[in-house]
């Protein structure tokens, strides 16, 4: 559904989905529920699931919204992403998460963040907690590539200006695993890249056995470290910020593997690349020594309550 836009809102919020109701519509209501002025943002749900019943549920839900914006295409897979990007109007375009409702008063946050930076228009990356400080400005894209490690395969920590968006939509090279890598990593000279990490989204506690089909270690063992390296190739950060960001996927490989393959949690992952991954970046044996390594500290600072 198309809505005319008088006014830019400040904030766009993108969630791309497929159509999984269980998930998007806690997550609209967390956002509309917010207390937010209407004007100050919109909120662009790109379906390219094949849900009817989600189809319909959703022109229902956008005719109570004046600020929504939905719309059902065929794109494959994660290119979703991009067509959330191109239908929306504000001055900045964030992702969001279809199955993570906002916590109290982050939508607020979301758009003071926006506003402290709309004079310079610094590359932006919404972290939620997961790194360490409140906020982390890095001076360089290496830094910045640096400081995210494997969180920039993160889509809702992505945002773009959409003055940025508009200039190179025509010409974006996008990968079929991760398209939003070619929007966080367009702009490598910037004076500056700024990190918020607080939280403002928490994720629904649900299985994995609707989260998609791709080749789980393939994307992680293979793709988002080629991402990386193509940044070094083409010496936009350096040998050592490479080898910390495939550090931290190869700790993260181990991880995944301990979940999936070793407590066998249902998903709806393609497992059976884990072979054909290995021996690229990462060895297997090292990624399942890594496994039970991590496990066992795990155990031990469980036991010893101590917070990871």
Known sequence: MKKTIDTPPIVSLCLP?????????????????????????EVIVADNGRDDAFQRQMLAYAQTHENLIYQRNDSYLFYNQIEALKLAHGEYLKFVNHRAPFTEGALQKLIESVLANRELKPTLFFSNGELRGDVIRCDSFDGFVAALRRFASWTTGVGIWKDEFDRIRDHLVIDKISPHSCILFSRRHDAEYVIYNYEFCREIQTDHSKKGKYDLFKAFG???????????IDGDITADTFKKVKKDYGLFLSDL??????????????????DDAMGIYYNKSAIILGAYGRAAIRLIRKLLGIRS
């Not at 937010?36 to 943002?41: C, E, I, L, R």
């Not at 593997?257 to 884990?274: H, M």
């Open 257 to 274: 593997y301990w979940q999936f393959c070793v407590k066998r949690i249902p998903c709806s992952y393609d497992l059976q690349g884990l």
């Open 17 to 41: 989905t497929n159509g999984i109701a269980e998930w998007v519509f806690p997550v609209l209501d967390s956002i509309f529920s917010q207390g937010v002025d209407v004007s100050s943002y």
């Open 222 to 232: 293979v793709e988002e470290p080629t991402i990386t390296l193509k940044l070094y």
